[in-house]
């Protein structure tokens, strides 16, 4: 299986075939879902959630997402590295988005960047093309937007409002985006929005007429627990599993059982 690359993304739009795609943030995890097959790996800001313990995703760092990115591109030799752009590394200036977003392929190995937001980061995605870097584009739910849309709410369920998600849905894709990320928005909108548009759309949150899917890993395998969004669906347990090996371990060293014989040397 050769490289997945942007171009890669456009054809399976072309031909109608579904994008899969997962968040990763470290080697280990990130061996298992490119060997899976996986199309794309999101490096996402929201690992200051599921790796850091964080409640949000604002404190997280360029620093740490280069961090986790190097880590996750030294793991894979299929899947697309998209790096997250974390809060404050693009909304400041065109100059620092231009930087940072550079700085996801020269350091940290990924082919290409995601950034929130429409309207208000036109320009930042037109320097990013301009400048070689591919960009994916993300509206609807944007999780750096928390405070201003009131915390973790479906987007354009409003007449005017799924109106203005499609107008900057056709914004980004005329800014240069190779793919847009659809989060909580109702599935009909998405659906008009994946017709709409020749680039394609990825969804989490956004129903089954997209393009593509997203979820993050550790929702997918069962490791976070703290809230399950509705659009999320389990397909293992790994905390269960993990729990239950931690306290065999811990039972067998207590008794002596562990080390046995066959783990020790002669």
């Not at 990825?202 to 890993?217: E, K, R, W």
């Amino acid at each position: 299986m050769s490289k997945i690359t942007v171009q890669d993304f456009l054809r399976k739009k072309e031909d109608r075939k579904k994008i899969t795609m997962l968040t990763a943030y470290a080697y280990p995890f990130a061996r298992i879902v490119d060997e899976a097959g996986i199309d794309g790996i999101l490096v996402g800001d929201s690992l200051g959630m599921v790796v850091q313990g964080l409640e949000n995703t604002l404190p997280v760092t360029m620093d740490e997402m280069i961090y986790h990115t190097k880590m996750v591109s030294r793991a894979v030799n299929n899947a697309i590295v998209i790096g997250d752009m974390p809060f404050m590394s693009y909304q400041a200036g065109i100059e620092d988005a231009v930087r940072n977003a550079g700085r996801f392929l020269k350091e940290a190995g990924a082919s290409a960047v995601k950034l929130e937001g429409g309207a208000e980061v036109v320009a930042q995605i037109k320097a990013m093309t301009r400048s070689d870097i591919p960009v994916m584009a993300h509206i609807g739910l944007t999780p750096q937007s928390i405070h201003r849309m009131g915390g973790y709410k479906v987007q354009g369920k409003t007449e005017e409002a799924a109106k203005r998600l499609l107008q900057e849905a056709h914004m980004v894709e005329e800014a240069g985006a190779f793919s847009l990320l659809l989060e909580a928005i109702p599935m009909k909108l998405a659906k008009r929005i994946t017709r709409e548009l020749s680039i394609p759309t990825i969804g989490i949150g956004a129903g089954p007429f997209c393009d593509g899917q997203v979820l993050v890993l550790h929702d997918v395998i069962g490791m976070f627990e703290r809230f399950v969004p509705k659009f999320v669906k389990r397909y293992a347990n790994l905390k269960e599993e993990a729990l239950k090996a931690i306290k065999n371990y811990r039972e067998e060293v207590e008794k002596g059982v562990f080390p046995a014989e066959e783990q020790s040397f002669k």
